[in-house]
């Protein structure tokens, strides 16, 4: 398992080979194509030809996402540092947080001081505004940046806020900041709008408490009840390894009335395609949500709030209404003014497909800003 000689070998570490296989495959191919060895270390279901296919190799390593129990993260980072060591890897470039927890742990166990922390948001450590979230946070900062650091430790953000969570300058040298993981223009493509009225929205993600799925039936209720012409479809499935999940029953129940729940969906364009406005009334806890691009690269408005992540992808009044969490009045005057203005949607919708390309949120602009992440700690 020992690289080529004079090659170096970049492990990538992430809990789950579907979450590496939807957004960071540009990012192991660009480490190919730079002459690297890549491995990518993870928890093995059904996305190993996915990654294979960058030219990456694919190190199975059993992690149960969800648990927080430290002997078992403890046994995981045992397990890890082994893997790393036959690995021989120059550089662990570790993905979200129980990534970073685990990696960071397993590469101190390994001796290995090259390492990339990937923060990809907070989750429910982010979205938490009670005792016990800032508490965790702070137990977070420390760790990471306690332990966990070497002087050769370099960090990745989706935003500036989640650096300075971490108590980084956004400015500074060992910090990059990211568009995201980045999406293909070339892929997600606008598409014609579809006649108004209705103001179709679609809020396309996994169906989390966390996401602010609830406030934003609450406020297209709020918004029909004013005389708005608004319809929302949620396209989405419940994370069953998630405590946050809606239950399915809560999200039957609330198809009705301008609301519908269509489950998972395998194409998101058709749904932009069909839809006005992207919407994603999140309560906290993002890197920056896919989502969002998907639906600004096909040239839809953008709804969100005004939490980490998504504030810094979306200008109020340019892109899209940027309106503060958890509060379904405000975003059902947003939906009312959306709904009464077609002209608005139609230019805020060009205006988030120029961000998209202009302000470094492309697979491309990504990728090459890792690259050279990887090539200066190499050198």
Known sequence: MTAQHGRKTIAFVVTEDWFFASHFLPMAHAAVVAGHDVAVVTRVRAHREAIEATGARVVALDAERSSLNPMAAGYAAGQLAAILKALRADLVHCIALRGILVGGAAAALAGIPRRVYALTGLGLVGARQDRAGRLARTALRHLIRGPLETARTRYLFENPDDAALLGLDPAEARVTIVGGAGIDPA???????????????????????????????????????????????????????????????????????????????ADVAA????????????????????????????????LTTAVPGCRSLVRDGVEGLVVPPDDPPALAAALARLAADPALVASM?????????????????????VARLHAEMLA
């Open 187 to 265: 892929i997600w493509v606008p598409a014609p709008l579809p006649p108004q009225p209705p103001l179709r929205v679609a809020l396309v993600a996994r169906m989390l408490w966390s996401k602010g799925v609830d406030t934003a039936v609450a406020a297209v209720r709020l918004a029909r009840a004013g005389g708005a012409p608004v319809e929302l479809g949620l396209y989405g499935a419940p994370d069953p390894s998630n405590r946050r999940a809606i239950p399915e029953a809560t999200l039957r129940d609330w198809s009705r009335d301008g609301v519908a729940w269509h489950g998972p969906t």
């Open 271 to 302: 749904i932009h395609a069909a839809s006005h406005v992207a919407c994603l009334p999140s309560r906290g806890g993002e890197g920056l949500p896919r989502t969002l691009l998907e639906g600004a690269a096909c040239g839809r408005a953008l």
């Open 349 to 369: 919708g060009a205006a988030a497909r120029r961000r998209i390309l202009e302000g470094g949120f492309t697979e491309e602009a990504v990728a090459g800003a």
